[in-house]
């Protein structure tokens, strides 16, 4: 079966062009916070992002809206850490417009205490943009340091 330009591409295909482009997508913008850049992670969240860290730290909790997640949980931790943050993607996983990212996070505190997590995030995106983030990590580590 031949496809021309005029046909769309089958569901399968489709899929596949849409997670391998996130895909890419997130390894740059994790390339960046490998680098102490948190610049395109910021700018791929979109206005109505749903931003959900789970767990029961103070930090826990459902983020609704990306000005709400940079104010009450992204620049908080930044401020916390101090010296800056890097977070180093080693497993990055799609399938159509969700992706998942394995990576470790290494910062250190403001009281000079290190932060060295490990976290999985599972991400939804579409049109370049995040839409939803559900993070997991070592919350037992996160509310001890932090």
């Not at 899929?15 to 390894?27: G, S």
């Not at 959900?52 to 826990?60: A, E, M, R, Y």
């Not at 009450?72 to 990212?101: C, E, K, M, N, W």
Request: aromatic share 8%.
């Amino acid at each position: 079966m031949s496809i021309t330009t005029t046909q769309a591409l089958p569901p399968t295909i489709a899929a596949a062009t849409i997670a391998a482009h996130n895909k890419r997508l997130m390894r740059a913008v994790f390339d960046a916070l490998a680098a102490g850049d948190p610049t395109p992670y910021h700018d791929h969240l979109a206005d109505d992002v749903r931003y959900t860290v789970l767990g029961t730290t103070t930090w826990s909790r459902i983020y609704f809206g990306k000005q709400t997640a940079v104010d009450q949980l992204l620049r908080p931790l930044y401020r916390a850490y101090g010296g800056g943050f890097t977070s180093t993607a080693h497993r990055i996983i799609a399938d159509g417009d969700h992706v998942v990212v394995e990576s470790r996070g290494r910062a250190t505190t403001t009281a000079g205490a290190p932060y060295n997590n490990t976290c999985c995030q599972v991400f939804r995106l579409a049109n370049q943009k995040i839409l939803e983030v559900t993070e997991y990590c070592d919350t037992a580590l996160m509310a001890a340091v932090l």
